[in-house]
Each structure stands twice: as structure tokens, then as C-alpha cells.
């Protein structure tokens, strides 16, 4: 999953400027990625975890990639995503934007799935790193004064964040004298200096809080993800804010798992803020783009709220919320850049009626935003509802606190879609829209097809979250 995309950009790089080829490059690239990273979650579903030791070093002193059940699902997650980030950037961008887009997303998916498996904390920091020079070349396509500012408060709060992640592993090697992570894991609990431990937490909670915008360290997301294009918008709100859940998932369970409950507070604080903040932000807002950007922030919180609870139950459920919301927020984000394409805006005051004008359109945005809202049955109720019950079952004033602020936050998403609905879709067209015409149509398919995911996923949500 490392390799494949790897390659593929580098090839795309030397074929600079053969369109067609370079398409044809990028979906089949992202198709053997998506064959590859199912087969792993079978082999590993059936065969157990899965350890590569590259140059044939052994652990502690080599670089280890680790296929497991948590991994193998965020990459196959990842790939769905890209694939359909892809089909629309082909049909939606100018040649000299999709030019650049294509070789350099698939550098960033590189670099994304060498953070979901590698085995190793350091080289958790360089595929951080991989993926964050190649997104800041994605956020600077276009080059626009409000796109420029946007990318550089990007590229200034994540090399801050990419420091203070560096000084922590820095001390944390210091402390155990290993980088393997399953070898940290064992040393941590027996180290002396717990108090620089401690210290190593929290630096890391910061560098992975900024990378995955939870607040308060939300303030750069918004206006990052609206002015960049909508293809590369789509697919960092679905799949790169999920890398730094991620690793906050696998380092406070594997690697600091051992005094869960000097962070567990903590925790579920950012969860309960992030719910709230990124939904009433989400409501207050009028463009497409920039109320999506807002309601990451929103849902980050449920994923948070799974770790703060830190039960099987409780983590079990937070997995599923972030593979269920891939699809899900990818597809929204793509039908947020359909609408712009189709009618030249994102602006709710500007459209309406766009049901009975696309009536196709109407039905894709309903599906992910139902499941957005945690309306059963789609996946997002399922992930919800697990989050729910782990802190019923919790019974203590902390984990009751945190289900009343998922709850009311599910509200008040449901609330933001309604007004989504009524503002965009419903009644009468305010003006006359274009019709769908020839290529257009593929900008509705990948968005679609995306979606479905959510459907898809209701029917196997037993078996997701058993696994």
C-alpha cells in the first residue's frame, strides 16, 4: 500500500503533461491499490497480523510495517476515497490543475498509508512528513490571495506541530532507548522517569490535536479546506484529518496505553468541545465548503470521545465511526464541489430548488448527510450508537457528560443538514441552472458511487464493528 501509490506519482511526474496516459496511470494506481488493500484485511481477518521488516532488519533496530485488522481498514478506507477523488478530478478541474493534482495526490496517499502501518514512531514522523509537503503543494494549486494565505497559516501550524511531534519522540527515545512501538510499549510502563512520560504525552497530544484539528486547535481548518480545489478539498477532509485520529488512537493505546487514566479526562474534554464548537460553527455558516469544514471538527469529537472513554466497547466504536466517515464526508465535500461546478457557487443564499433541477444530485446529498446526522440506519447512527452505549455503560458523571454532548451535537448536525436541504435543494430554482451536460454526468457518478459506501456499510455494520 506504501509502494504502489509511491510508484505510480513518480511515474506520473515523468509522464509530465500526457493527460490521457496519466488518467489511465491514476485510476488503475488507485484500483491495484484498493485490490491490495483487501486482500491484507482478508489475510489479516484470517491469518492474523502481518509484519514486514524492511532490508531484512530485525525489530528494535530495523523499520517495521505492520498489516493489522485497524490498518488494513483505514487503507482500504483510503483507497475507496481516493479512487473517487480521482474520477472527479478528471471531470471537474482545468488540465493544468488536474496536471499537478493527480501525481501529487498519490504521493500524499503514500505517505497516508505508510502512517497507517508503519510499526515504527519516528517513521510515523516521516510519513507525517511525506504527507504534509505533498499537501502543501496541493493547497497552493491555483494561487489565489485568499488560497495563499490559507496555505501559508497551513504550512506554519503544521511544521509547528511536526516540531513538537519530533522533541517528543526525541525525549521518548531518550527515556526507552527504542522506536519500535510494540518495543516501546513494553519499556514505558517499566520507566522510572514517569514524569517524562508525561511530558511526552502531551506533546504528543498537541502535534496529533493540531494535525487533526480537534479543539481548540481547530482555528486553522475552515478556511484551509475553502479555497483550495474541490477534489483536493474532498479528499483531505475525508482521509487526511483521519491520520492524525489515528495516530492519536494507535500511540495513546499501544505505546502510552499504560496510565489511561491520566489522559482520559483530557480527552473526553476535547471530545465535548470539538462536538460542540464544530457544530455550532457548522450552523452559522452559509458556504458549502467552509459549513462541511466546521463539522469535521464536529465529528473528529466523536472519534475522540471513543479514546477518552477507552473501553473495547468505546474504541471499537470510535474505529468504526472513522471508517464509516471516509466515505461519508468524501462524498459530501464532492457533492459540495458539483454544486460550484454545476451553478458557479457555493453560497446557500445564492442557490435553491437544486432537487427538481437535479434531481439526481438531490438524492446523493441525501444519503450522506442523513448518515452525517446519525439518522438510523445509516452508518453514521451505528457508529453513534456504539459511542453511546460504551459511555452508558461507563456510569460515571465523565462518560454521561460525553454522551448529552454527542447527543446534542447529532442534533444540531442534524439541524445543519435540514437547513442545507431547504436552503440548496428545496423549493422553487431561484435562477435558471445549466443542464447536466455530456461529461458533466461523471461528476455525480464518483460521488454516488462513494456514497453508497454508507448503504453498503448498514448491511455489514455487525461484521465491521465485531472486527
Not at 493527480?102 to 497507517?116: D, E, K, R, S, T
Not at 471516509?326 to 454544486?339: D, E, M, N, R
Request: proline share 4%; net charge neutral; aromatic share 12%.
Amino acid at each position: 500500500p506504501v509502494l504502489i501509490p509511491l510508484s505510480g506519482g513518480v511515474v506520473l511526474v515523468a509522464a509530465w503533461g500526457r493527460l490521457r496516459f496519466s488518467r489511465a496511470l491514476a485510476g488503475l494506481t488507485v484500483l491495484l491499490l484498493m485490490t491490495v488493500g483487501f486482500h491484507n484485511l482478508y489475510w489479516v481477518r484470517s491469518s492474523g497480523i502481518t509484519a514486514t521488516s524492511l532490508g531484512d532488519w530485525p525489530a528494535p533496530f530495523g523499520i517495521v510495517l505492520v498489516a493489522d485488522l485497524f490498518s488494513a481498514l483505514m487503507v482500504c478506507a483510503a483507497s475507496l476515497a481516493a479512487l473517487a477523488v480521482v474520477v472527479f478530478t478528471v471531470f471537474a478541474h482545468d488540465r493544468w490543475q488536474e496536471k499537478y493534482i493527480l501525481p501529487i495526490m498519490l504521493l500524499v496517499l503514500a505517505g497516508v498509508n505508510g502512517a497507517f502501518m508503519t510499526g515504527d514512531i519516528f517513521n510515523l514522523f516521516v510519513f507525517f512528513e511525506v504527507t504534509l509537503i505533498g499537501s502543501y503543494a496541493l493547497m497552493a494549486i491555483g494561487g489565489g490571495q485568499l488560497q495563499m494565505e490559507a496555505a501559508f497559516k497551513y504550512v506554519v501550524i503544521n511544521v509547528f506541530a511536526s516540531t513538537l511531534f519530533l522533541i517528543g519522540v526525541g525525549l521518548l527515545y531518550g527515556e526507552v532507548g527504542t522506536l519500535n512501538m510494540a518495543h516501546i510499549s513494553q519499556r514505558v510502563a517499566a520507566s522510572e522517569e514517569q514524569g517524562v512520560i508525561t511530558a511526552v504525552g502531551m506533546l504528543l497530544l498537541v502535534a496529533f490535536g493540531i494535525k487533526a484539528a480537534v479543539a481548540p486547535f481547530h482555528f486553522w481548518l475552515p478556511g484551509a479546506y475553502t479555497y483550495i480545489p474541490s477534489g483536493v478539498a474532498s479528499f483531505f477532509g475525508g482521509v487526511l484529518t483521519n491520520v492524525g485520529v489515528y495516530a492519536m488512537v494507535r500511540v495513546f493505546t499501544l505505546v502510552l496505553g499504560h496510565d489511561a487514566n491520566l489522559f482520559q479526562p483530557v480527552f473526553i474534554s476535547i471530545a465535548c468541545l470539538s462536538m460542540g464548537l464544530g457544530a455550532f460553527g457548522a450552523l452559522a455558516q452559509r458556504e458549502l465548503r467552509n459549513l462541511f469544514s466546521w463539522d469535521i471538527i464536529s465529528q473528529v469529537g466523536y472519534m475522540i470521545m471513543g479514546l477518552g472513554l477507552f473501553s473495547v466497547a468505546s474504541l471499537g466504536g470510535a474505529i468504526f465511526f472513522m471508517v464509516q466517515y471516509i466515505p461519508v464526508k468524501t462524498s459530501l465535500f464532492l457533492c459540495a464541489g458539483t454544486i460550484e461546478k454545476l451553478c458557479g457557487t457555493g453560497d446557500l443564499s445564492k442557490l435553491g430548488g437544486l432537487a427538481r433541477v437535479y434531481p439526481i444530485l438531490g438524492a446523493v446529498f441525501l444519503i450522506p448527510a442523513l448518515s452525517l446526522a446519525g439518522v438510523p440506519p445509516f452508518s453514521g447512527f451505528w457508529g453513534k450508537l456504539a459511542l453511546v452505549q460504551s459511555g452508558i455503560a461507563g456510569a460515571s458523571w465523565e462518560s454521561y457528560t460525553v454522551v448529552a454532548f454527542a447527543l446534542f451535537s447529532s442534533f444540531v448536525t442534524l439541524l445543519v443538514m435540514t437547513k442545507i436541504w431547504q436552503w440548496a435543494f428545496w423549493g422553487n430554482p431561484k435562477r435558471n441552472y445549466p443542464p447536466v451536460r455530456g461529461s458533466q454526468i461523471m461528476l455525480i457518478v464518483p460521488t454516488a458511487l462513494i456514497g453508497m459506501c454508507t448503504i453498503i456499510l448498514v448491511f455489514g455494520a455487525g461484521e465491521l464493528l465485531d472486527i
